[in-house]
């Protein structure tokens, strides 16, 4: 059972300051990873992906990725109160002729203003 | 930006009824996947479509699911007799390519009674 996990919170961190969410996920053959924002009750809406060893930046928002450690994290930094929500980490799985996302279960981020 | 739409946003319906949830990808997409979230749980793979046929399914997606894309742009799945833990947001989601990332819809709610 290929399996991605996260550390469900809640991570509380005061506005402008740096959130740091990890992933760790269990198939070692994924080569994409992706980082989803969840409102509550409202659909994932991607904000990074990366594939490759390293950082990736996007603005605000830095990917790293250690495939050796099987670890990805996601650094969002000035964060504001808008950045509350839950953030889905999610691995590509390859099946078939198509690939799928598992996901973790979240880490829900509340930045306090 | 093009979008992945998803009808209804809302649907109620009596336990052992059948109901149909519609999705139109992104026109240049060319892989459709469903997902479904139960409230409060991960979001959880369903069934991949590429080339207009299933290319993967998972344990959830029993004999009562099934998927179709009648006309090029609709891609739809049907629960025929629905069951009270069938009550979920269903996301349907598209991408054009190998490891690019999915892109999902609003979602709709179902709610079986």
């Known amino acids: 059972q290929k399996e991605v996990e996260q550390n469900s919170g809640p991570l509380s961190v005061p506005e402008g300051a740096i959130a740091s969410l990890n992933c760790t996920y269990s198939?070692?053959?994924?080569?994409?990873f992706f980082w989803y924002r969840q409102y509550s009750g409202k659909s994932p809406e991607l904000i990074m992906s990366i594939y490759s060893n390293g950082d990736k930046e996007d603005g605000r928002f830095t990917a790293q990725l250690n495939k050796a450690s099987q670890y990805v994290s996601l650094l969002i930094r000035d964060s504001q109160p808008s950045d509350s929500a839950t953030y889905l980490c999610a691995v590509n799985i390859y099946g078939g002729a198509t690939n799928k996302l598992i996901f973790g279960t979240g880490t829900l981020l509340a930045v306090q203003p | 930006e093009p979008e992945v739409t998803q009808t209804p946003s809302h649907q109620v319906t009596q336990m052992g009824q059948e109901v149909i949830l519609r999705c139109v990808p992104i026109?240049?997409?060319?892989?459709f996947y469903w997902y479904r979230q139960i409230l409060g749980q991960k979001v959880e793979f369903l069934v991949s479509?590429?080339?207009?046929?299933?290319?993967?399914k998972s344990e959830i997606f029993d004999d009562q699911f099934s998927v179709e894309r009648p006309d090029g742009s609709n891609f739809t799945l049907k629960i025929r007799s629905t069951k009270l833990e069938d009550s979920a947001m269903y996301f349907c989601?598209?991408?054009?390519?190998?490891?690019?990332?999915?892109?999902f819809g609003d979602g709709t709610r179902l709610s079986i009674l």
């Open positions: 026109s240049n997409h060319l892989y």
């Open positions: 989601a598209s991408k054009d390519s190998g490891n690019q990332p999915q892109h």
């Open positions: 479509f590429y080339n207009n046929e299933i290319s993967e």
């Open positions: 198939d070692r053959g994924s080569q994409s």
